[in-house]
């Protein structure tokens, strides 16, 4: 293990002094994703520091053991009481740090929040995950920008699309996709009967396009006039963006932005996601015998989550967690959730692999 730590910790100060070269300041693309992979590696660099000056420590005290002073060799005996059950919590924590991560995790991601059943309801639900969210990415100083918001008839929100950018975005968002579901009295009922409703989530990895390996050849690209509010935008110019991969036959398209060139973006985003999932579509399939992926597949019917308002509880369903905080899980305090998903996942990993 120390053999592995002291080659990411070269890496760490190799990429540390390279944030500094004039040429990588300049490019903003260049220094972003070198300084996202340095933020990634401080945690176990700092964690490898505490490790060695313990390990250095234990040995000091082994030494004292071997001294003739009976007084030197009781210091010795209590200093390793404390440093062993020390050492090992911390190897621990390496151990769960050093297991191979998704290169995916770094990446920044477009998110779209869909109002599902429940009518008015869901719509008005779907803007309160829209506002859930975004509090979470202000705790996470994340980057956001906003391609597209559809507003509901009576609040809310039909459909939001989103791009979040930051350190670490997929890693933490990639197991919110699939079906959102809110238990509560909507502001219609007059009976106070709590209804059902819903709305999806749909968390997509953000590619750079010169990073995606697709043959032009097997690409056959269709421009067209957007429809759907936009006034005379929509009429005049031909904003929307479809691809069709001919191998595959799998089709993407984007109509969310009045730029043709952000829906060019978030069309081959979709493609390329959708050319991986099918690409790995046999592994997944022999993999789940073995294990059920915390992540699933996106798919909007997938309920992973139900938000109940009357007992003020949120409970995942796919690490059977229940919160009775649900107040706080609305302003943005879904940390706890995410993390306990992360610690489940790589307790897979460390089981199957």
């Known amino acids: 293990m120390l053999v592995k730590l002291e080659e990411i910790y070269n890496h760490f100060i190799s990429i540390e002094e390279r944030l500094s070269d004039p040429s990588i300041v300049s490019d903003m693309k260049k220094y972003s994703k070198l300084n996202k992979e340095y933020k990634g590696l401080?945690?176990?660099?700092?964690?490898?520091?505490?490790?060695?000056?313990?390990?250095?420590?234990?040995?000091?005290?082994?030494?004292?053991?071997?001294?003739?002073?009976k007084d030197m060799q009781d210091m010795a005996k209590e200093e390793l009481n404390t440093l062993n059950p020390k050492v090992e919590t911390l190897e621990e924590k390496i151990k769960y740090l050093l297991i191979p991560r998704d290169p995916e995790d770094k990446l920044d991601v477009i998110m779209e929040i869909r109002s599902g059943a429940g009518g008015d309801e869901a719509s008005i639900f779907a803007g309160d995950l829209y506002r859930m969210y975004t509090k979470f990415f202000e705790s996470q100083k994340w980057k956001v920008d906003i391609i597209s918001l559809n507003e509901g008839s009576s609040g809310g929100y039909s459909k939001i699309v989103l791009e979040i950018f930051g350190s670490e975005v997929y890693g933490k968002l990639k197991f919110e996709s699939g079906a959102h579901r809110v238990q509560r009295v909507p502001r219609t009922e007059s009976q106070g009967r709590v209804h059902t409703s819903a709305a999806t989530v749909v968390i997509m990895p953000k590619y750079e396009l010169e990073d995606i390996e697709i043959k032009?050849?097997?690409?056959r690209t269709d421009t067209f006039r957007a429809s759907g509010a936009g006034g005379q935008h929509v009429n005049k110019t031909e904003s929307g963006v479809r691809f069709t991969h001919i191998p595959t036959g799998i089709v993407s398209e984007s109509t969310d932005s009045r730029s043709q060139h952000?829906?060019?973006?978030?069309?081959?985003?979709?493609?390329y996601q959708?050319?991986?999932?099918?690409?790995?579509?046999?592994?997944?399939?022999?993999?789940?015998?073995?294990?059920?992926?915390?992540?699933?597949?996106?798919?909007?019917?997938d309920?992973?989550?139900?938000?109940?308002?009357?007992?003020?509880?949120?409970?995942?369903?796919?690490?059977?967690?229940?919160l009775y905080s649900l107040n706080k899980v609305m302003d943005g305090d879904i940390k706890e959730i995410i993390e306990k998903l992360q610690v489940a996942e790589n307790t897979e990993k460390m089981v199957t692999e």
């Open 216 to 219: 032009k050849d097997d690409l």
């Open 262 to 271: 952000k829906n060019r973006e978030i069309a081959m985003t979709k493609l």
């Open 42 to 69: 401080q945690e176990v660099v700092e964690l490898y520091k505490e490790y060695k000056v313990l390990l250095s420590n234990i040995a000091g005290a082994k030494e004292m053991l071997a001294d003739s002073d």
């Open 303 to 322: 309920k992973i989550r139900t938000y109940n308002y009357p007992q003020n509880r949120c409970t995942d369903h796919r690490i059977n967690l229940t």
């Open 274 to 301: 959708r050319i991986q999932e099918a690409q790995r579509l046999e592994v997944y399939s022999a993999q789940k015998s073995q294990r059920k992926s915390l992540v699933g597949s996106g798919d909007r019917s």
